[in-house]
T-cell receptor, first 112, second 113 residues
Framework: GDSVTQMEGPVTLSEEAFLTINCTYT??????LFWYVQYPGEGLQLLLK?????DKGSNKGFEATYRKETTSFHLEKGSVQVSDSAVYFC???????????FGGGTRVLVKP | NAGVTQTPKFRVLKTGQSMTLLCAQD?????MYWYRQDPGMGLRLIHY???????AKGEVPDGYNVSRLKKQNFLLGLESAAPSQTSVYFC????????????FGQGTRLTVV
């Protein structure tokens, strides 16, 4: 079946550092790809998405590009803030049942 | 502007007890989902529903049952709780249209002792 693999955390950074979280996927079809973010004590919320190859999703300074040739969807931000401390989940959307398959999550801690 | 609401937020059960988790959404979404979140394992789908009166199994359905009697509600039941069911449970809903986002509740932290 479809699967998502993302780098394990925690990732600890200083404010204004560059952040990258790797995500690769395995899928039989042509999935849509998502990044969700979970702030402490909250549910998941959509950060960005890309629906086809070479699409770039962006939001709140974060970016990710759908790379079909490398089956990847790496998340990047050029200058992180303390408020970016959260758990980030990469996910793909399976057409049948419109179900999301998640990676294991990456905890990011940004220190002032 | 409630979105997806889960009840309760916290619960401690003894092994063998039963309980029901309630999920309610006010966005008129067709699809609803129950996930469990365990450290290092991301979210795994337990059961889901593609419309009122329908349910289907996800990746980890054993030990759980669900019902979708009303479009806005999706109930998750544990008939005989086990320590392995200690987890954080998330409900989500979506329109069912491909590529659209799912909206998540704030989660229920369940501990089975």
């Amino acid at each position: 079946g479809d699967s998502v693999t993302q780098m394990e955390g925690p990732v600890t950074l200083s404010e204004e550092a560059f952040l990258t979280i790797n995500c690769t996927y395995t899928a039989t079809g042509y999935p849509s790809l998502f990044w969700y973010v979970q702030y402490p004590g909250e549910g998941l919320q959509l950060l960005l998405k890309a629906t086809k190859a070479d699409d770039k999703g962006s939001n709140k300074g974060f970016e990710a590009t759908y790379r079909k040739e490398t089956t990847s969807f790496h998340l990047e931000k050029g200058s992180v803030q303390v408020s970016d401390s959260a758990v980030y989940f990469c996910a793909l959307n399976e057409a049948a049942g419109n179900k999301l398959t998640f990676g294991g999550g990456t905890r990011v801690l940004v220190k002032p | 502007n409630a979105g997806v609401t889960q009840t309760p937020k916290f619960r401690v059960l003894k092994t063998g007890q039963s309980m029901t988790l309630l999920c309610a959404q006010d966005m008129n979404h067709e699809y609803m989902y129950w996930y469990r979140q365990d450290p290092g394992m991301g979210l795994r789908l337990i059961h889901y529903s593609v419309g009122e009166g329908t349910t289907a199994k996800g990746e980890v359905p054993d030990g759980y049952n669900v019902s979708r009697l009303k479009k806005q509600n999706f109930l998750l039941g544990l008939e005989s709780a086990a320590p392995s069911q200690t987890s954080v449970y998330f409900c989500a809903s979506s329109t069912g249209v491909r590529n659209t986002e799912a909206f998540f509740g704030q989660g229920t932290r369940l501990t089975v002792v």
